[in-house]
């Protein structure tokens, strides 16, 4: 008992004490256009808007992420299986990275959805290879953290059941869920990694799956718990914006090696 006591006891104190704490965001009006994405992602934790960009820029990207993953090497971040390849960084390698990574609607979607002042930290650009026993992208279910958190990911090629789409559990990132789930797991903050094991116990009901084709744009509280589903075949290119609270953005920034850059 003592045990779960203390698992639901760090979960609260870190979701609305250290949130309560932080710099909060302006009253910056919003269109109701922006307003519907706010009130869905309260709502659900995620929206998908597709066609974001179209197919030639998806085309464009994936070319320069191609050949900045074969032509600097020692600058790109590799998962174990050598599946999960990533640029962090990416926002320097291309005009049309940049001007996603540097939207200010997006930006302010997320702002007013957390509640809090947010930094852009950086763009993350990944190309996510079939190979056998790949954990797909992210390395397994998990939360980036247990206070709202955000994210924009944009899918660059078609993605199916096949080839790696972004899965959530649904509600995992509400109080009462979130508590449920730490009872069940006898697991909470600072554990943010959940075995597959451990996410079978959960209703499996709550899964979802995103699937989209290139250009598909997916706005989303990563305080959900999700992963990138490992690989049956094929390959899936994305780039995701990075944001964070202003107020540990330092220490955030420090976090993400290699950085990218073309010096050799």
Same mark, same amino acid.
């Given at each position: 008992?003592?045990?779960?006591?203390?698992?639901?006891?760090?979960?609260i104190?870190? =979701?609305?004490?250290s949130?309560?704490?932080?710099?909060?965001?302006?009253?910056?009006k919003i269109?109701?256009y922006?307003?519907?994405?706010?009130?869905?992602?309260?709502?659900?934790g995620?929206?998908?808007?597709? /066609?974001?960009i179209?197919?030639?820029?998806?085309?464009?990207?994936i070319?320069?992420?191609?050949?900045?993953?074969e032509?600097?090497?020692?600058?790109?971040?590799? /998962?174990?299986?050598?599946s999960?390849?990533?640029?962090f960084?990416?926002?320097?390698?291309?005009?049309?990275?940049?001007?996603f990574?540097e939207n200010k609607q997006i930006?302010?979607?997320?702002?007013?959805?957390?509640?809090? =002042?947010?930094?852009?930290?950086?763009?993350?650009?990944?190309?996510?290879?079939?190979?056998?026993n790949?954990?797909g992208?992210?390395g397994?279910?998990h939360?980036?953290?247990?206070?709202?958190?955000?994210?924009?990911i944009?899918?660059?090629n078609?993605?199916n059941?096949?080839?790696?789409?972004?899965?959530l559990?649904e509600k995992s990132?509400?109080?009462? /869920?979130?508590?449920?789930i730490?009872?069940k797991?006898c =697991?909470?903050?600072?554990n943010?990694?959940?075995?597959?094991?451990?996410?079978?116990?959960?209703?499996?009901i709550?899964i979802?799956r995103i699937?989209?084709s290139?250009?598909?744009?997916?706005?989303? /509280?990563?305080s959900?718990?999700?992963?990138?589903?490992?690989l049956?075949?094929?390959?899936?290119?994305s780039?995701?914006?990075?944001?964070?609270?202003e107020d540990?953005?330092?220490n955030?920034?420090?976090q993400f090696?290699?950085k990218?850059?073309f010096?050799?």
């Amino acid at each position: 008992m003592f045990s779960h006591l203390k698992v639901l006891a760090s979960i609260i104190k870190y =979701k609305y004490i250290s949130q309560k704490k932080r710099p909060q965001s302006k009253n910056k009006k919003i269109s109701s256009y922006e307003k519907n994405f706010v009130d869905k992602l309260k709502k659900d934790g995620f929206v998908v808007i597709k /066609d974001y960009i179209s197919k030639e820029e998806c085309i464009k990207i994936i070319s320069k992420i191609d050949f900045c993953i074969e032509n600097y090497k020692e600058k790109i971040w590799n /998962d174990k299986e050598f599946s999960d390849q990533r640029i962090f960084g990416a926002e320097i390698i291309l005009e049309e990275i940049n001007k996603f990574y540097e939207n200010k609607q997006i930006k302010l979607i997320g702002e007013k959805y957390t509640g809090y =002042k947010m930094k852009n930290l950086m763009a993350m650009a990944n190309r996510v290879i079939y190979k056998k026993n790949n954990e797909g992208s992210g390395g397994g279910w998990h939360k980036d953290a247990y206070y709202n958190q955000f994210k924009s990911i944009l899918y660059l090629n078609d993605v199916n059941n096949e080839n790696g789409p972004f899965e959530l559990i649904e509600k995992s990132n509400k109080i009462f /869920d979130t508590l449920k789930i730490a009872l069940k797991l006898c =697991k909470g903050y600072p554990n943010t990694r959940f075995s597959d094991k451990e996410v079978s116990k959960l209703d499996k009901i709550k899964i979802k799956r995103i699937l989209g084709s290139a250009g598909t744009l997916i706005l989303v /509280d990563t305080s959900l718990i999700h992963r990138g589903l490992p690989l049956k075949s094929n390959i899936r290119y994305s780039i995701t914006n990075y944001y964070s609270p202003e107020d540990i953005y330092e220490n955030l920034a420090k976090q993400f090696l290699p950085k990218f850059s073309f010096n050799q």
